[in-house]
């Protein structure tokens, strides 16, 4: 694109005497501040009036709700000719968001990847596939120019993390649209800092009160039941030398939260924020029994690298994918399906070394799949497990008690005389998974249930009948304990 088409517009509204005051109210919302005199006291920088001017080119909305852009392009105080103007008009169809870099040629071009869409642009570009790099991730905005796209706008920084697939799935979900305002704070911040580390060190805390604040965290998030600050600091100290196993710690306390119980107003990331600041202060195993403020006090220069791998509740798209799939495998009774469906479940918690709050309930739902396909012994495994994590599951319970009366379906192998096998318990990867959460150390033992559609089967293979006045074979209850009727779970 053609330099110095942005600037007109931006040299006619900031010299024209009877915009000055729209252009002073637009730096006031940009900058957040309560007077024009207050910025003109602290003063701008140049990097701040670039990402200024690109908001108020692209972003602010006049009293007509029109951008700048089309407030240009329709009023054209410039009095271009159509050939001229069509270029501005074209500018229109631009998108600003968090770029992922996914290739690049030196001196020609990139292929980007939008965070939040998936959707990949390919980018005429020269400069910057001399500055960006594989997996870099950055704000930009993108335009069509001809029958091509561009990087316009102001130049932005690249973030320093890289992100895994857990971390893209969180993006898919944030419908929030960003603009430079967004990259402003951000570059603000890391200004503030006057760092590019990752991790800031809150100063003037004590380990006494970063332990305090973690507890009202965890109590107001309504996950105190299952950990402790000193589980917690536990598993700090048993940390591996590199970022990942930090985050991974942040996975499990994401992963325990019943957003359902909790208000609207919480921000998960004031959990983590406050979770840093314990880390911060925690001693670690690995650091020589020190903690990571304790080294970077002594060396200033000292950093810790790290790949982004925070992981919302559900854990992504994808396991989220996984997980619905196997309800509907189990409504439709396709429960071999279903099986392989938990299983991919577990591998992928256990490859990421986490958990989520209803773990329990997943081996119970994987015993239903097992007794449905006649592989009694299987079923029975989880629901001991199920039952060790949580005890007072009465679903759990309830499935204990109907396979001790012998109400599933009948297993062949008892017929033939032929044992289970005997590597079952050593190779399943629910059990290698159990395996690895009883080390973790978390309560699992609740009353609150959360359940999903079942079926349930006689000796025969028949499904056992329901009245609408039973209480639901589910086990679900109302939020004052008292468990629902069928009519008013799974039989509405």
């Known amino acids: 694109m053609e330099k110095g088409i942005i600037g007109k517009i931006l040299d006619y509204y900031f010299s024209s005497p009877q915009y000055s005051r729209d252009v002073e ?13 207050e910025l003109r006291r602290s003063g701008v920088e140049e990097k701040a009036m670039e990402f200024f001017s690109e908001w108020f080119v692209f972003d602010y909305k006049w009293t007509n709700k029109k951008s700048t852009l089309s407030k240009f392009v329709s009023d054209n105080p410039l009095y271009l000719n159509s050939a001229s103007l069509q270029i501005y008009k074209n500018l229109q169809n631009n998108q600003y968001g968090t770029w992922e870099v996914v290739s690049v040629n030196p001196g020609h071009g990139l292929q980007l990847e939008n965070l939040q869409t998936g959707k990949r642009f390919n980018v005429q570009e020269h400069s910057a596939t001399f500055q960006l790099h594989l997996r870099d991730i950055f704000y930009s905005r993108l335009s069509l120019v001809d ?24 993006w898919r979900k944030d419908k929030t649209k960003s603009n430079p305002k967004d990259a402003y704070k951000m570059w603000n911040s890391q200004a503030d800092d006057n760092s590019n580390d990752v991790i800031k060190f809150n100063k003037n805390l004590s380990s006494e009160q970063a332990e305090e604040k973690l507890a009202e965290i965890l109590k107001k998030f309504k996950i105190d039941s299952y950990v402790t600050t000193d589980l917690i600091a536990k598993w700090i100290y048993n940390l591996s030398k590199n970022m990942i196993s930090h985050t991974e710690t942040i996975d499990r306390l994401t992963g325990l939260i019943n957003f359902d119980e909790i208000s609207d107003s919480l921000d998960v990331d004031e959990l983590i924020r406050v979770y ?32 982004a791998s925070v992981t919302s509740i559900g854990h992504g798209e994808d396991m989220d994918k996984v997980y619905k799939n196997a309800h509907e495998n189990m409504k439709t009774g396709n429960y071999f399906r279903a099986l392989k469906d938990f299983d991919k479940y577990f591998k992928e918690l256990l490859r990421r070394r986490t958990t989520i709050f209803y773990i329990y309930r997943m081996y119970a739902n994987k015993a239903v799949c097992h007794f449905a396909c006649g592989q009694n012994k299987e079923g029975k495994s989880m629901i001991n497990i199920a039952l060790e994590l949580n005890p007072n599951y009465d679903f759990g319970l309830k499935l204990l008690r109907q396979y001790e009366e012998g109400r599933f379906k009948f297993d062949i192998r008892d017929t033939l005389g032929i044992k289970p096998r005997h590597d079952y318990l050593k190779k399943d990867i629910s059990v290698r998974y159990f395996d690895f959460i009883k ?54």
């Open 276 to 307: 840093n600041d314990f880390y911060n202060l925690s001693p670690q195993k690995c650091l020589k029994d020190r903690s990571p403020s304790q080294l970077v006090s002594k060396d200033p220069d000292c950093k810790f690298d790290f790949e």
């Open 25 to 37: 109210g637009a730096m006031i919302e940009f900058f957040d501040i309560e007077s024009i005199q």
């Open 147 to 170: 029958d091509h796209w561009e990087m316009i706008g102001a130049n932005t920084f690249i973030w320093g993390v890289k992100f895994n697939k857990s971390v893209k799935d969180i």
């Open 439 to 492: 080390e973790l150390g978390i309560n699992f033992a609740t009353p609150v249930l959360t359940t999903s559609d079942i079926r349930m089967y006689n000796q025969k293979g028949e499904p056992l009948k329901v009245g609408r006045n039973d209480l639901c074979p589910c086990g679900a209850k109302h939020p004052d304990g008292r468990p629902k009727k069928y009519k008013k779970c799974h039989g509405k």
